[in-house]
């Protein structure tokens, strides 16, 4: 097993009363290794991944390195969707997911039929905790005239009480052709990325009150303060940030579109509010631009993530080459649990390829266009 060290995590949750709690999660911290053991356990891993017909999906946010072995071995760098799909799609019998906890298991929601792995089954997200599937339920319950639209960023069992699935790149649309039907929405989990979504689209939204660790500490004053020692600096902007940030904002969207924004825009420099992870992938697809992360406190305060999150650092190398080794950390979805949970999964491809609209950024300005209309700036 590899050794590491635990730190504390706290988070913001809703108390089943409506009021706001902090709660207590933990991460684990791999080790530093030494670039000889870099380069050993990239190409060990690389010789599992043939020997286990697997392929590598990973986050944008997780280590640099574990991007570069994604796309170096044929697998992809992605949004957690994306992932998922690219999985479904791709033949490797065994899907290696490098991410968190919901990722994996969407994962195995759009493949049932394959193995699907995952370097640490407890790495988790702030929205996941913050919206357990027992309460949620209870929320739905208490409002059964409302469509329940769920964020990818939920527990498979929380999706599989919602109606619909949505991503950043396209809950405006859905949100939007909801309530042009005259639906009120019930939404879930992250209250910031529902407020933007309630306040372009005029939708009744009841907001369930999560908020993602990382994008929630990202603050307005200080990023005005940025902004003028950078004016030339364009700001891109997670819509899962606080509201004074998303208004400070010259695009907001997901985070293929914030990449295809940094490689399709004209400026130089760029200031980014979301997880500094997306910055490899920055520099690489837009190489000669200058990116600068959003701050998420001011002088001589603490952050509880300093944006990254604490639960997709726990991806490292070591544990990516031990569950190749192993085959532990086996990602399992009660087959009545992901037949539910596709349903709202379905339900938003299906509606995506009605409208030819990408649930993702391509990075061909001509073809995300479309996207930038609908999405930022702000």
């Not at 790149?169 to 929405?185: D, N």
């Not at 406190?297 to 080459?321: D, F, I, R, V, Y």
Request: with cysteine.
């Amino acid at each position: 097993m590899v050794d590491a060290s635990l730190k504390s995590v706290e988070f913001e949750r809703p108390a089943p009363s409506g009021a706001m709690c902090v709660s207590q999660a933990w991460a684990r911290v791999p080790n530093a290794v030494s670039q000889a053991e870099r380069a050993e356990l990239k190409t060990r891993i690389k010789r599992l991944l043939v020997e286990q017909n697997a392929v590598l999906v990973a986050h944008y946010y997780v280590d640099a390195d574990l991007q570069d072995l994604a796309e170096e071995t044929g697998g992809c760098v992605a949004d957690s969707l994306e992932m998922a799909r690219f999985g479904r799609a791709h033949p490797a019998k065994t899907l290696v997911v490098a991410g968190v906890r919901f990722m994996g298991e969407t994962s195995k929601i759009l493949s049932p039929e394959k193995r699907v792995l995952m370097p640490d089954l407890d790495a988790t997200c702030s929205l996941d905790l913050g919206c357990p599937a027992d309460e949620f339920a209870a929320f739905c319950d208490a409002h059964p005239d409302r469509t329940v639209v769920v964020y990818a960023n939920t527990s498979a069992a929380v999706k599989a009480r919602a109606d619909w699935m949505v991503t950043s790149a396209i809950g405006l649309e859905i949100v939007a052709h909801l309530h042009a039907q005259g639906k009120k929405i019930l939404w879930a989990p992250d209250r910031h990325l529902g407020s933007y979504v309630q306040k372009q689209t005029g939708a009744d939204m009841l907001l369930w009150q999560g908020a993602c660790l990382v994008h929630d500490e990202f603050k307005g004053v200080e990023l005005e303060l940025l902004k003028k020692a950078h004016p030339n600096a364009l700001v891109l902007v997670h819509p899962e940030s606080p509201e004074a940030v998303v208004a400070l904002a010259d695009v907001v969207g997901s985070t293929s579109q914030m990449i295809a924004a940094a490689q399709s825009m004209s400026a130089t420099e760029f200031i980014v509010a979301t997880d500094n992870g997306i910055l490899h992938k920055m520099r690489a697809a837009a190489p000669g631009k200058v990116f600068i992360e959003a701050p998420t406190a001011g002088n001589s305060a603490t952050c509880k993530s300093c944006a990254h999150c604490p639960w997709m650092a726990m991806n490292s190398l070591q544990n990516l080459a031990e569950v190749l080794e192993t085959g532990r950390n086996e990602i399992h979805v009660d087959p009545a649990i992901g037949r539910a949970a596709h349903t709202c999964i379905d339900r938003m491809l299906t509606f995506a390829q009605a409208r030819k609209q990408p649930v993702r950024a391509s990075g061909d300005l001509a073809r995300d266009g479309a996207l930038f209309a609908g999405v930022g700036p702000a």
